[in-house]
């Protein structure tokens, strides 16, 4: 006797597709928003940055680095913090250090472990850079807001970041 051949649904679930808690009209409405508007956003602030020779992520490396004890992190620290892949972040890095932007070092002490330093032209290159993010920022989001909304805004985003962030701190 021939057993039947059933299909996988398309998108695996713990539970039967009627329990599922479907969004609404609302609830798509806004996510769908959300990611248009991260997508965008970034399409749009990568391109202008494009213009000092600079990815998004490589803007990110040089602020996080700007703003840590000696201009320099740790590169497992790096990658938490910039939520990239230590793979990746190696990567990044040794394209950034060969514009001179960083420069990796060793970490005393420990033989595996190693810094990405801010180099003087990497900070001279985010002091260039900053104010011309900063007016994208400006321009692109912070300004298409009145202050109620702003606050709002992060109000209904803090606890969602918080959320992620502890997950993330699990795995």
């Known amino acids: 006797m021939d057993t039947p051949v059933t299909e996988a649904p398309a998108v695996p679930s713990s539970r039967p597709e009627e329990e599922v808690p479907w969004l609404d009209a609302r609830e798509q409405r806004f996510w ?97 850079v900053a104010p011309d993010h900063v007016r994208s920022v400006r321009e692109h989001f912070v300004d298409r807001l009145t202050d109620e909304q702003l606050d709002a805004m992060y109000s209904a985003l803090a606890p969602i970041v918080e959320h992620l962030r502890a997950l993330r701190g699990r795995s």
């Open 32 to 128: 769908r928003a959300h990611l248009e508007v991260g997508k965008l956003l970034e399409h749009q602030l990568s391109r202008e940055l494009q213009a000092h020779n600079l990815a998004i992520n490589d803007y990110e490396i040089l602020v996080v680095l700007s703003e840590s004890p000696e201009r320099r992190m740790r590169m497992t620290d790096l990658a938490t913090a910039t939520l990239q892949s230590k793979s990746r972040l190696s990567h990044q890095i040794t394209r950034m250090e060969a514009a001179g932007l960083v420069l990796r070092q060793e970490c005393p002490g420990d033989r595996r472990g190693l810094y990405a330093h801010l180099t003087d032209l990497g900070w001279e290159t985010l002091r260039k």
